[in-house]
């Protein structure tokens, strides 16, 4: 089924509110899913760090719609991909469907990252189902920078919470892997991974473009991080939304100088250095 149903959002032409189909279903490991949808408006408009709302029932339970990362896209056949896991009775619904199933979806939602200039030096920092919206700016940066320009970081708590640590290393871009246990890689925080690999090496930090996504503790050691040591660093924040579009401000975040901005249309891709997480 070819996405139907569209209408604009608010006053841009942008966002769109569609009933789309699922093309594809995968269980990539136990209570973790890629969907592809088809949706050939958000597969054009959409940039890494956009994310979509999505209605996970056609009932009021749950009510509120659920947030995902637009996890990659492919613009010549309409098809998009979120990747998700299993956390609660929204996404415990989403891994029910099948394809041929129609979900009502708007999007694309938020800001994206920074696509820096083809002679800086780029770090991409991913704990867990961080590399949702990771994957999406990494296969775009891929296609502008030479291998030895590109170094992504791959975080978990055991080699078998490690998500697309295979895919990363086919790609021959250089991988490092940590885990909390040692099991794979180097044993512990992929922070602090990332923090020695920086103090060790001989990087220009003036030329390094540094992005992450993961969990809350995570993003926040990022950013001391990247306040210590000077760093371009911009995070992708995850939280609860219920309108998804601006209008509630119910999903904000503080930043230092003291003002609040909306997770969903001023973010979710904030500078790490800029907020406050306290």
Partial sequence: MIQNSTKAIGNTNMITQSSISILHKENLQEGIFKLTL?????SKKAKPGNFVHIKVTPNDYPLLRRAFSIHGTDKKNGGLEILFKVVGKGTEALSKKSPGDTLDIIGPIGNSFYLPEKNKEIMLVAGGMGIAPLWFLFTCLNHRFRQNKLTFFLGAKSKNQLIYAEKLKATKTRLITATDDGSR???GKVTEVFLKEIKKGNYDKSNLVVYSCGPP????????IAKELNLFCQVSLETHMACGVGACWGCVAKLKNGSYQRVCVD????????????
């Fill in 38 to 42: 088809s949706s050939s408006f958000i």
């Fill in 185 to 187: 890689g180097r044993k």
């Fill in 217 to 224: 503790m995570m993003l926040k050691r990022i950013s001391e």
């Fill in 267 to 278: 973010g979710p891709v904030f500078d790490a250095r800029e907020i406050d997480w306290k």
